[in-house]
């Protein structure tokens, strides 16, 4: 299986997918999966069997026991950060405002608006927003179905733990599979 998330701009067709699609203008999300139209400048968030060649990215995901499909936005202010942590399950983000700079695995990125990421949730991440600018992405992740309503966010220093985190969350889907 796949997770993908493909682009919209104006009216598509989509066939029938595990899919949550998020509304840039509307700030909005809701899950489907049957066939759906969509409008509007939208990410859809999908599992499929093949990754589509249109898709902004695309990544193979396990889905071994219960799991569950989450979609939230992570905001922060200029030059917040999120220190060095994991996730329990896999993910992909995309930035839809800033600019933010991800060091993970001994490499360093730095995404703009509409670039999309994966995190393959064990391997510390650590994130760093712009100075500058407000800095906001969508995450979609797939998760142990025991983390429904609870962070799946673990400090990978124990100093990190109890310091003040400047990250905003805001959660639209968190459904069981």
């Known amino acids: 299986m796949h997770l993908q998330v493909v682009e919209h701009r104006g009216p598509a067709e989509l066939p029938a997918a595990v899919r949550i699609t998020y509304r840039l203008a509307e700030d909005a999300a809701e899950r489907t999966s049957g066939p759906v139209a969509v409008d509007g400048h939208v990410l859809c968030?999908?599992?499929?069997?093949?990754?589509?060649?249109?898709?902004?990215l695309a990544a193979p995901v396990e889905l071994d026991g219960e799991r569950l499909i989450r979609l939230d936005r992570?905001?922060?202010p200029p030059g917040g950060v999120a220190y060095l942590h994991t996730h329990r399950?896999?993910?992909?983000?995309?930035?839809?405002k800033?600019?933010?700079r991800i060091?993970?695995?001994?490499?360093?990125s730095e995404y703009d608006p509409l670039e999309a990421w994966?995190?393959?949730?064990?391997?510390?991440?650590?994130?760093?927003?712009?100075?500058r600018d407000e800095?906001?992405?969508?995450?979609c992740m797939v998760l142990p179905a025991?983390?429904?309503?609870r962070s799946s966010i673990a400090y990978v220093r124990a100093e990190d733990r109890d310091k003040p985190k400047p990250q905003r969350y805001t959660g639209y889907v968190d459904e069981p599979l």
């Open 89 to 96: 399950g896999p993910g992909i983000r995309v930035l839809i």
């Open 98 to 100: 800033g600019r933010i």
């Open 74 to 76: 992570v905001d922060f």
């Open 146 to 149: 025991e983390l429904l309503g």
């Open 135 to 139: 800095t906001a992405f969508v995450r």
């Open 118 to 131: 994966f995190e393959a949730g064990p391997e510390p991440v650590y994130a760093a927003a712009s100075e």
């Open 103 to 108: 060091e993970t695995k001994g490499t360093t």
């Open 45 to 56: 968030f999908e599992l499929v069997e093949e990754a589509s060649p249109g898709a902004l």
